[in-house]
């Protein structure tokens, strides 16, 4: 859940010329002293996962924040330059180690010179267009980043520290008729089973219902669940790769069903770790999440369908005053 705060630190070590170190905290802060939203991301992997707080914005927001600098006590840092890049760029795995940038934004936050003491550099990035969302799967990630550079003298010897941030966006209501959406799975002359979702789309927040008829039934039905599927496909050149993965599963029935009988569906989409659909993100990736309706039989043989759906993030509703 995404918290509020004045502002968020974050802090860096840099190893700078003559193997001094400077201490480097970079302070988001909301424009006009405005409060900053943070989100709470899931980092790490399957095996150790852990999640990481961080500051959130939506496209056309102002990053507004400052870098502090703070030389070893006693140690003189001398520099010919500090600056603060505003980076958005893609990560494929079959790719990985080469980054594919399609925004970057720069401030120059002071000329050549030295320090002794601690010295803060304010900066602000106005009004920015930050089109595809921050996005972290198995073959494709999309990050935002503010990249802070103390430029050393001689070759090379600038020394970068990078400060992730995190971007939502907000879809307009599809404007379409909420259609039902019909489907059918048959076995010829043992099994035909007919069932319908409400609708083909879907607010992250929302509940997919529908209802599933047994017109015949000749095999025994050990269950039935519903799986969301999520599938990423990324393109590095002209050659396209796709990798599916279950994000959830939900059980709709243990037991056989006779001939006749209807199973309602009720399936709450808030548990899942969900994206809202991203169709070619910078040509790069699209995730899509289908429907997959599973059942198996007595002798644990799978019979499926699948059914793609399109999921939307909805701006939330402001909290109305009680009082």
Request: proline share 5%; glycine share 8%.
């Amino acid at each position: 859940m995404a918290g509020i705060g004045k502002a968020l630190s974050m802090k860096g070590l840099l190893g700078l010329v003559g193997q001094h170190q400077c201490n480097v905290d970079l302070i988001f802060k909301g424009k006009n002293d405005q409060p900053i939203r943070r989100a709470t991301v899931k980092t790490g992997t399957p095996d150790a996962p852990k999640n990481e707080e961080l500051p959130l914005y939506t496209t056309k927001d102002s990053i507004v924040g400052e870098v502090r600098l703070s030389p070893v006590p006693g140690k003189k840092l001398e520099h010919t330059g500090v600056r603060v890049q505003l980076i958005g760029q893609i990560e494929l795995a079959s790719d990985r180690g080469h980054y594919y940038d399609f925004l970057s934004l720069a401030r120059e936050l002071a000329p050549p010179g030295d320090m002794m003491t601690i010295e803060t550099f304010p900066f602000e990035f106005s009004n920015v267009e930050m089109q595809y969302e921050s996005y972290k799967g198995k073959q494709a990630r999309c990050r935002y980043l503010l990249r802070v550079t103390v430029v050393g003298k001689g070759m090379n010897q600038s020394n970068v520290k990078d400060f992730q941030f995190w971007v939502r966006n907000y879809n307009e209501v599809p404007r379409v008729e909420d259609a039902t959406v019909k489907m059918e799975v048959g076995i010829e002359e043992c099994l035909h089973i007919e069932f319908e979702y409400s609708k083909g789309w879907y607010n992250l927040k929302d509940v997919v219902t529908g209802k599933i008829y047994f017109l015949l039934v000749r095999i025994k039905l050990k269950y039935m669940e519903i799986e969301i599927r999520r599938r990423e496909t990324t393109r590095v050149g002209s050659t396209p790769k796709n990798e599916t993965e279950i994000i959830g599963k939900y059980e709709i029935m243990d037991g056989a069903p006779v001939r006749g009988e209807t199973v309602p569906i009720r399936m709450y989409l808030t548990p899942y770790d969900l994206t809202p659909t991203y169709e070619n993100v910078h040509n790069k990736f699209s995730v899509k999440y289908f429907l997959n309706l599973v059942l198996v039989d007595d002798e644990d043989r799978r019979y499926f369908k699948q059914q793609e759906i399109e999921l939307f993030r909805f701006k939330p509703e402001p909290v109305k005053d009680k009082n």
